[in-house]
């Protein structure tokens, strides 16, 4: 230790670093190889501080150790002299992984034996200064000296930073003289303009459409995934990637892969089909497809059909439905299942290369990280080929036999399953194959089959990478490469297929797209437009790390969208009956309302205004209380879009003394004292029943046994769920179709539920308005 703590302070670094540096044992290791290297080559006390600062930052950068000696070799020869040709170094490396290095265009990359003359430097700094002169002289030293450099260093890339900064400065000098008094005075802030109303309302009008989501905050999410943005690998630059395994074939199936893609980017979507997506999957996809869209590339929607006991035909066509309702189209529609013969072939060819075996261990003892050892692993290629042949034809029972690949996944777990027998019809190929691939096999070469370029998937398969690629290079396939992103979570809910048919089964919902879930058939006919999902996505963002959020910022989403897109109508929830009891028997007229008041353009509808109408039982207080601002007895109110005031004359109650009706007079709201509120109201109104939701559950986490130890079905909210089955909504909404969307006014959003029928009409409640604290 104290010897290597010497040679690390040999090369210029303080005590303090060189303790640091030895707590690292991988830096380390890799730090003092380097040295020793360098030393082979110039002696013992051949390496200089700026030498031993370089050897640092190579260690500290370096992934693929076995450059070190080539790119120490080059330090000490003092070929790489500078921070920014170690820098072009590492680049050069990275892109050109397989031997041998071509010298020549290293050396070219890098920089070697370019060697700048001060009268170049002379002259790009003069030419640079030439082209920005009129705002320097208007700008003096409050001018960005910043962008003289960094023109100057692009003109001259290897030159030292520090001598083009002396000449700008000197220049700048030349020209400006000295700085004055004014120059040294500080520039005054200047005042932020108030946000207009119409300048917040223009943002608002930029409400999202399918893909092309509007992340309110921050980047919309094409803008997030386009690109350079996620520092993803360019295509058929796979070997650029952090990780990814090369071997003496990658560069040719890769030359293939690039023939056959020309260049685009394919990503896919691979759902099992034995659920409903909920909204961790809205991410997925927005993810999967959007990439490819913001890129212009393709998206497959591909089902990993790879176990038929759970797989149903409902939600093959449910997931689709929702990939397309949130607004993307794949490119085609695969599964996994087309390729069984390919897969089977290839696991025959992963046998004869001694990679796989059969193992007869039962499912019991394979569970777990600390399964023991299987005594099969090392039986001979033919007799694995033999077996694993009579696997195919039926010859053994269900958990008899399995094949189990010789490899070790990142979480430690050995000798993954390849194939188990299942003696049950496949929806697609039937009583064809009785042996079914599982996810550790199939995904990575589907993925390879479809010439997949970003593989991605969420951050708990990251455990899987390694297999990935170890199975791909194991087979000489073309391997794609995986990219983990965080999953979305929300609070106040589950979304495990498992826990929602419990949910069901127990009769807590009643079914997969109940209103309370979160699935997005549940969302879809909850009311939530899809814009706001993909909004939602956005606001989010594309995080490696894991994201729990609470439904608030999805139910804002949500309101932004049907703010612009939800016709008003106005409905009664809880109606109390009013007479107007100065107008005629048979008055009759029609009132114009706005769909959008803020923007009558958009167009309106009539209804009727009687001598009988209803409002919320809330809008009438028969005891005035401080700040209550609606009808009371001593205070008129008026009438939305009606142009009336009225005011009480009357109450009217049952023999329990509770109010059932008022008597009122009506006047020309251009006429009466302008009143302190206006409320919404119903004449000759449809009868309709409403469904109010809540949370499903009571707690924030309730699957997690902390926070509710009895389990997540003890935990439901009883109140989640509210019926009104004789509210009223005015006639404007006869013709509404399964899902259109209204605000009722001053009450909430509701979208039209499919068990709506010509008779009645039955309307959940998406999202209520946004809460005014001051409003009572």
Not at 30 to 40: E, F, H, M, N, S
Not at 375 to 391: A, G, H, T, Y
Not at 503 to 510: A, D, S, Y
């Amino acid at each position: 230790m104290a010897d290597t703590l010497t040679l690390f302070s040999s090369i210029g670094l303080s005590e303090q670093k060189a303790k640091e540096t030895l707590k690292n044992e991988a830096l380390s290791s890799v730090l003092k190889d380097a040295i020793t290297q360098v030393q082979r080559v110039n002696g013992a006390s051949g390496v200089d501080k700026a030498m031993g600062t370089l050897l640092y930052s190579m260690a500290s950068r370096l992934k693929d150790t076995k450059r070190l000696v080539f790119l120490s070799d080059s330090i000490a020869q003092r070929k790489i002299c500078t921070e920014l040709q170690l820098a072009a170094a590492l680049d050069f490396l990275k892109s050109h992984p397989q031997d041998p290095i071509n010298q020549k265009e290293f050396e070219e990359a890098c920089g070697v034996g370019v060697v700048t003359t001060p009268e170049q430097i002379e002259d790009a700094v003069e030419s640079v200064i030439k082209k920005h002169k009129e705002q320097l002289l208007k700008e003096r030293y409050r001018f960005n000296m910043g962008l003289l450099m960094g023109e100057a260093r692009s003109a001259l890339k290897w030159a030292d930073g520090k001598v083009i900064k002396n000449e700008v400065d000197m220049q700048v000098l030349h020209i400006l003289g000295p700085k004055t008094e004014a120059d040294l005075e500080k520039k005054s802030k200047v005042q932020k303009s108030k946000v207009t109303d119409n300048e917040v309302k223009s943002k608002k009008d930029e409400v999202a459409v399918n893909g092309e989501a509007n992340a309110v905050e921050g980047k919309s999410l094409m803008e997030q995934l386009r690109g350079e943005a996620l520092k993803f690998h360019r295509t058929g630059e796979n070997y650029t990637t952090e990780g990814y395994v090369v071997t003496p074939n990658t560069m040719s199936l890769l030359k293939k892969h690039l023939e056959f893609t020309g260049g685009q980017i394919r990503t896919r979507f691979p759902p099992e089909p034995n659920g409903i997506l909920h909204i961790g999957h809205a991410k997925a996809i927005n993810f999967n497809f959007g990439y490819a869209k913001a890129n212009d590339g393709i998206c497959f929607l591909r089902y990993d059909d790879t176990n038929p006991e759970k797989e149903e035909e409902k939600y093959f066509t449910a997931i689709k439905d929702m990939v397309e309702w949130l607004g993307y189209t794949p490119y085609e529609v695969t599964h996994a299942s087309d390729n069984f013969q390919q897969l089977y072939d290839l696991a025959v060819d992963l046998i004869r290369r001694g990679h796989a075996y059969v193992c007869h261990q039962k499912g019991e003892e394979l569970k777990g990280h600390n399964a023991p050892p299987s005594p099969w692993k090392d039986r001979p290629i033919e007799e694995s080929l033999v077996l694993f042949e009579r696997m195919k034809k039926g010859l053994f029972a269900e958990g008899e036999a399995t094949l189990r690949m010789k490899m070790v996944m990142e979480d430690g777990k050995m000798d993954p399953v390849a194939y188990r027998i299942k003696y049950t019809p496949h929806h697609r190929t039937g009583d064809k194959w009785c042996i079914y691939p599982t996810y550790d096999y199939t995904h990575c070469l589907c993925d390879s089959i479809e010439n997949i370029t970003h593989s991605l998937c969420t951050k708990e398969f990251q455990a899987r990478r390694s297999s990935y690629y170890w199975l791909c290079n194991a087979l000489d396939l073309y391997c794609p490469v995986q990219w983990e992103y965080g999953r979305l979570n929300l609070t106040y809910t589950v979304v495990s297929k498992r826990k929602i048919i419990k949910l069901v089964e127990t009769g807590v919902v009643r079914d997969w797209d109940d209103p309370r879930l979160f699935t997005l058939t549940a969302l879809r006919r909850r009311g939530f437009p899809p814009e706001a999902i993909n909004n939602f996505c956005a606001r989010v963002g594309v995080t490696v790390s894991q994201t729990t959020t609470e439904p608030h910022l999805l139910e804002s989403c949500v309101r932004e969208v049907l703010n612009e897109t939800a016709p008003r109508v106005m409905a009664v929830l809880e109606p109390l009956k009013i007479t107007i009891v100065n107008l005629p028997e048979n008055s009759r007229s029609d009132v114009r309302v706005p769909d959008f008041p803020a923007n009558e353009a958009k167009g309106s509808h009539m209804v009727p205004f009687t001598r009988t109408i209803f409002i919320e039982q809330s809008d009438f207080r028969e005891v005035m209380e401080k700040g209550y601002k609606r009808l009371t007895p001593e205070q008129p109110v008026g009438l939305r879009h009606a142009g009336y005031v009225i005011s009480v004359q009357k109450v009217i109650k049952d023999a329990q003394g509770k109010v059932v009706g008022l008597e009122v007079n009506c006047c020309s709201s251009e006429t009466a004292e302008k009143p302190k509120a206006f409320i919404h109201w119903v004449s000759e109104p449809l009868v309709c029943e409403v469904r109010l939701y809540d949370r499903l559950f009571l707690h924030k986490h309730p699957e997690d046994p902390s926070e509710v130890p009895s389990g997540f079905l003890s935990d439901i909210n009883s109140n989640s769920l509210q019926v009104i089955s004789s509210a009223l909504v005015d006639t404007s909404v006869k013709g509404a179709k399964v899902l259109d969307k209204f605000q009722f006014e001053r009450v909430g959003y509701f979208s039209l539920d499919p068990d709506s029928t010509a008779d009645k009409l039955i309307f959940n409640r998406t999202v209520t308005l946004k809460e005014d604290p001051g409003k009572i």
